[in-house]
């Protein structure tokens, strides 16, 4: 099975409890939440080998993305699993969409590449 950006916009869709005015902005962010999460897959790890948590956490990602970019104004919230995100404002907005993107991160980290860590030994 080949995931595709319209599985993942289904996938955020669902999450979003229903279509916003405009899903053209929803389906792009969706197509670079998948991009971006696939690049940052371990090597030897696909998409389609995690399959339906792949397709969540990009929807996840998305949302976060659309929260950010401001396009999820008429939105009253998101719930995804057990994480629901509420919108009420500028400063909310953000908080939120950092959340979302937290949690989708969480959901893959055992797939993700290390990110900018690393121990370092200091004489002392």
């Not at 989708?104 to 002392?124: P, W």
Request: charged share 25%.
């Amino acid at each position: 099975m080949a995931i595709s950006a319209n599985d993942i916009t289904a996938r955020a869709l669902a999450l979003l409890g229903g279509a916003p005015e405009d899903t053209g902005v929803l389906s792009g962010l969706c197509a670079a939440a998948a991009s971006e999460m696939e690049s940052r897959l371990r090597e030897g790890v696909s998409p389609d080998d995690i399959g339906e948590l792949f397709i969540t956490a990009a929807g996840m990602l998305a949302l976060s993305m659309y929260i950010e970019v401001g396009a999820a104004d008429d939105a009253a919230g998101v719930k995804a699993g057990n994480v629901t995100v509420s919108r009420r404002g500028a400063r909310e907005g953000i908080a939120s969409a950092a959340s979302l993107r937290r949690e989708a991160e969480a959901m893959l980290s055992a797939f993700l590449k290390d990110r900018g860590f690393g121990f370092v030994g200091v004489r002392g």
